[in-house]
């Protein structure tokens, strides 16, 4: 008697189907991604409706100054980030000179400034009545007109602005390019004969290249996505009138299309970035790592580069936070009190809250893209990390839209059969605020979490699996403790991003809720400058600390540092 025995499946196929094949943890990672680009689609959805006479009006009257503002301030962002960061990071990485070391870690110190509070403290420092012009006319007896002064309220000094506290996005990625490029490169560069600066502009650039281009495109995502310092600056830009037509026109049809025109800006800025890294390439072709070779200056040399590193965390860091310390010096006895106290205390546990969900979110998404890294479990993680190139305000507009539209048919439902009216139990709640932030933010953690899971081997998974550990119980009582350290610098990075973010609280807060940032803005809105202080001064300190862990990360990122 015969016996028919099947053909073995080929194993290319059986591999493919054993990923495709659903699980608990690719279920999980799919749901997440569907529930977390929700608010993204509903905005780029929102083009196919019908344009109404408000998207008419602003079509005729303020879309084109939208468009060229939009247009001119990445052009200015991006000029003056590439310029600082791109030169900071070659000096303090390639030189040697007076305060180089201080440098690294302190030309990071705007990045814990908002750019709302750097256009609050300039816009008081040097507006017509402020104490410099003031100071100038004193001294010159000059009058109203008899002399001219750059004006900060207008588009060159939004640019010149976000330039000063976004160039540490060039400079923390730059910095880590050259200092992970091998000393035989540049060795190779000074036999041919160029001195320091072939090197720089034919060598170490184009290596570096592909970073720069993501540092300066995330300076540009974050400038046209700011608020708060185009409103008080009377930028009109896309936030602006988002906000404008929400709120000012109620209509939020409108708002939404204008969240879609935005997003086509940053979704050219992801393209160009993902083009300009993909063209061409540039490898390493030693694994030859020893301490760089550095270029010791003297004299005016020297000077120069002290000064170039100095008046980025001057202007960036020092001056605000100088003048914000003498505000709060100032302001503190009528500011802080029990109301303060609050807003402190909204802020720190709204921030708490938003970073544990944003690292747990992060963490099922990792350890699914490691446990079955396959298409669908790769494509939903990528998806649920879309939020972060879309701007607070469009967010918040993408996640009121079906929440609103989800608290309408609650209460019907609960009117028609319990005779109950529920209310806005979704949009009108913490509910809606703590989803709009895990969109927005958690790329910053899942990233975050994945880099740290990548650097546990595989064989750590084996050996619980023969231990009779499931993969709940791997991750949990091996892999956690592993990245206690990455989970731990995930959660303050969206905790300090929640800290900041203005636009998605503004529009999204609940009645009688305010945190520190709209408080600070409310107060510099009516011109209490001195009165807003405390509260930007409190976001700044809670900055801080970010900026020392990512000190620590990139002094530690050079290959072959043990063996220096």
């Known amino acids: 008697m015969s016996v028919a025995i099947p053909s073995p499946r080929p194993r290319g196929i059986t591999d493919l189907l054993g990923r495709l094949r659903p699980s608990g943890w690719t279920f999980a990672a799919a749901s997440i991604a569907a529930l977390v680009s929700v608010p993204v689609l509903v905005v780029l959805g929102s083009v196919f409706a019908p344009a109404g006479e408000v998207w008419r009006h602003l079509a005729e009257t303020v879309l084109a100054t939208y468009v060229a503002n939009s247009l001119w301030l990445m052009l200015g962002v991006g000029t003056g980030t590439l310029l600082i960061g791109v030169g900071v990071a070659w000096l303090v990485t390639m030189c ?21 509070v750097v256009a609050y403290t300039y816009g008081a420092l040097f507006e ?16 109203r007109g008899d002399y001219w002064f750059p004006e900060v309220r207008s588009l060159g000094g939004a640019a010149a602005m976000m330039s000063l506290v976004l160039y540490p996005y060039v400079y923390l990625l730059a910095r880590a390019a050259f200092l992970e490029q091998s000393v035989c490169v540049i060795e190779i560069s000074r ?8 090197s720089f502009s034919d060598v170490a650039l184009p290596l570096a290249r592909p970073a720069i281009v993501a540092g300066v495109a995330l300076a540009l995502m974050e400038a046209l996505s700011d608020f708060g310092a185009v409103e008080h600056l009377a930028v009109p830009t896309f936030t602006t009138g988002i906000f404008r037509t929400w709120f000012g026109l109620g209509d939020a049809t409108a708002a939404a299309q204008l969240s879609a025109f935005l997003m086509l800006f940053i979704l050219v800025l ?30 005016r040399r020297a000077a120069a ?18 003048q914000l310390l003498a505000w709060t010096v100032e302001t503190a006895g009528a500011v802080v009190d029990a109301r303060f106290l609050g807003l402190v205390a909204n802020s720190m546990l709204l921030a708490a809250a938003a970073a544990a969900l944003a690292v747990a979110v992060a963490l099922v998404l990792a350890y699914g893209l490691r446990l079955r890294p396959g298409p669908v479990i790769g494509l939903s993680a990528r998806l649920a990390s879309l939020g972060y190139a879309a701007p607070g305000s469009v967010i918040a507009v993408g996640v009121l839209l079906p929440l609103a539209w989800l608290d309408n048919r609650i209460d019907a439902s609960m009117q028609a059969v319990f005779g109950v009216s529920t209310g806005l139990v979704l949009s009108g709640t913490l509910v809606a605020l703590m989803f709009a932030y895990l969109v927005r933010f958690l790329a910053v953690s899942f990233n975050t979490v994945e880099a740290s899971l990548g650097k546990v081997t595989p064989t750590m998974d084996g050996a619980a699996r023969t231990l009779g550990l499931g993969p709940a119980a791997t991750l949990a009582r091996v892999h956690a403790p592993l990245i206690s350290g990455g989970l731990l610098t995930a959660a303050i990075l969206v905790f300090v991003d929640v800290m900041k973010e203005l636009p998605a609280t503004l529009i999204m807060r609940p009645f009688n809720f305010n945190t520190l940032a709209v408080r600070a803005f409310e107060l510099a809105s009516d011109e209490q400058l001195a009165e807003a202080a405390p509260a930007a001064l409190a976001i ?21 540092r043990q063996a220096i």
Do not use: D, K, M, N
Not at 96 to 116: C, D, I, K
Not at 128 to 137: H, I, N, T, V
Not at 191 to 198: A, H, I, Q, S
């Open 128 to 143: 017509f009545a402020g104490p410099l012009q003031s100071a100038l006319r004193e001294a010159f007896g000059w009058g």
């Open 540 to 560: 700044v300190a809670a900055g801080v600390v970010p900026v020392v862990l990512l000190t620590a990360v990139i002094a530690r990122s050079r290959p072959g």
């Open 96 to 116: 040697r000179f007076p305060g180089r070391r201080v440098f690294e870690w302190a030309l990071l110190l705007p990045f814990a400034v908002p750019t709302y």
């Open 305 to 322: 580069a002290f000064l170039a590193c100095f008046v980025p965390v001057f202007l960036g860091f020092l001056l605000p936070g100088g």
């Open 270 to 299: 992801v393209l160009f970035e993902r083009s300009a890294r993909g063209r061409r390439r540039f490898h390493h072709t030693s694994r030859r790592y020893r301490a760089l070779p550095r270029y010791r200056l003297r004299g």
């Open 191 to 198: 036999t041919l004969g160029r001195g320091p600066w072939r």
